[in-house]
């Protein structure tokens, strides 16, 4: 009887098809424990994708965007892995993809580069002619005119007038026996052997001489003009013979096993680029430069057209070889301080898995890095995305480019050292030398008192220590400006291991007749240090610290 209810029917229809609609959504969702294998798990994982910052991996959202503090496109994080190895991290292949993530093998090969070096153009000091005073007398013309004129051998420099030329002719008359020493006594007070024959065959006395350049050059100092006095031992003028000279390079610190004796060394000078010489180094100097922290080499040039003038900069190039050493492309190293960091995927893991590890870095050759303990041949490294790397080992609470293995972590910089630093470069700016050498003695005892273990900042210690170590004995401004980028380059390298935000390394590519020199500075306004008389703004900021 009821189902002849047609009213009846529709509602008992409707309700098994919203029983069944429900059902099938309940299950679907769900399963059940006996039938798991037969369900699909319907759910979509990207609502689950979490989105971060390679700089800033404290930044975390649920979609694409751009970081709030940086305003770098944010990437995915990955799913952290399960090692339990904290150098170690498992990454999905969807991760790796999405950051760019790319590798490269480690090779041993060739560390040949080109390498530049700064010069300038001496006169030999071997070719430096003196003219000294061997007889008392006076100066009754002088024939040459100005310094840096140039002089033929046997032209005449002055003229003398002395006594003893008057006596040495009166013994020549008298004694036959005499003229061998007299003649020998004559060469030695400047005289040639024609003067000489002149001298003896004058009828009368002789009371003035010309005393001659005695080799050709340039007149590079002139000591007496006319009417003045001159006594034995006086220097009277300095010629340079310029037919031969000297250039001379700065070979920096941390290039001096590339460049030797015989290395060839391609130059030109500033004033005529394009036109090159090239030459062999034929001295290495057996000591480092404390200020400048570079070592001079030497070539021997041939300049009889004068073309080489001494003073002149020169700019040189040399191809530089260390035989075979383990290079890697420079995006693959994080720079951390005196180590650096690399991340190794590791061979034969079904899931991607990377590990940190800390390198020793060498010597750049190009866009390679040498790297000289950390690393083997075969090792595959990552050379793009490496940061986004960094920032999911962060995430994952593991070994990242700001703990080095195995040492404790400082926070950075101490706050004095920094605050010191800022003060002696703030007086080196207003040219206050007390100023500034109160602040280097405060900066001295500031590194000093400060922690001895830890990294970034231990083995910087040590660094600035012997860089300020004569800190109290310079108290000019021109000894403080030239020490002041060997105590900038280690405070540079621990600000960028563990950055303080609130400095910033500039650089000034005048300082040092265009040798370039960096200092830190508090805001991005250029003051320079070095220049600041006539330079003050010259500069650029090259890195936020």
Sequence with gaps: MLFRNPRFLIASVLILLLGAVYGGYHFGRTGSASGAALTTDTH??????????????????????????????????????????????????????????RTWEVVRGSGASTLALPGRVEADPGRLVRVNAFVEGRVTAEHTGFEGAAVRKGDPLFTLRSPELVVAWQEWQVDGAAHEALRTRLRYWGLTDAQIDAFAASPTPVE???????????????????????????????????????????????DLGKVRVGSTIRFEAASAPGTTSEGRISWVAPEVDGMKR??????????????????????????????QVLLVPETA?????????????????????????????????????????????????????????????????????????GEATEPGVPEAVLSAYLRHAEALVASDAAAALRAAADLKAAVAASPRTGAPWAPVREAMLRALE?????????????????????????????????AFLQFCPMAFDNQGAEWIAS??????????????GCGEVRARL
Excluded at 523 to 536: A, C, D, G, K, V
Aim: glycine share 8%; proline share 6%; net charge negative.
């Design 44 to 101: 979509d994982h990207a609502e689950d994708q979490v989105w971060t910052c390679s700089m800033h991996p404290q930044i975390r959202q649920g979609e694409p965007g751009t970081c709030p503090i940086c305003g770098m496109d944010l990437i995915p994080a990955g799913s952290g892995g399960s090692s339990t190895d904290r150098f170690q991290l498992e990454m999905t292949e969807e991760a790796i993809a999405l950051a760019g993530v």
């Design 294 to 323: 570079t070592v001079a080499a030497r070539v021997e040039v041939a300049n009889a057209d004068g073309r080489w003038k001494p003073g002149m900069r020169v700019s040189g190039r040399v191809e530089a070889a260390s035989g």
């Design 333 to 405: 190293v994080l720079w951390t301080g005196p180590r650096s960091l690399v991340y190794v995927r590791l061979p034969d893991h079904e899931t991607p898995v990377f590990e940190a590890r800390d390198v020793v870095v060498g010597a750049r050759y190009g866009d390679q890095r040498e790297i000289r303990s950390g690393l083997q041949a075969g090792d595959v490294v990552v050379v793009s995305g490496t940061f986004a790397v960094d920032a999911e080992f962060q995430l994952a609470g593991k070994a990242h480019m700001m703990e080095s293995r």
């Design 470 to 502: 004569h800190a109290d004995h310079r108290t000019d401004l021109a000894s403080m400006r030239k020490a002041l980028p060997s105590i900038t380059e280690p405070l540079s390298g621990a600000l960028r291991a563990a950055p303080s935000g609130q």
């Design 208 to 254: 003035e001489v010309r005393i001659l350049a005695p080799a050709s050059g340039i007149v590079r100092s002139r000591m007496v003009a006319e009417d003045d006095r001159i006594m034995p031992g006086m220097t009277l003028y300095e010629i340079a013979d310029l037919s031969r000279i000297w250039v001379m390079f700065d070979i920096f610190e941390q």
């Design 523 to 536: 805001s991005r306004t250029i003051r320079n240090p070095y220049l600041p008389e006539t330079m003050l």
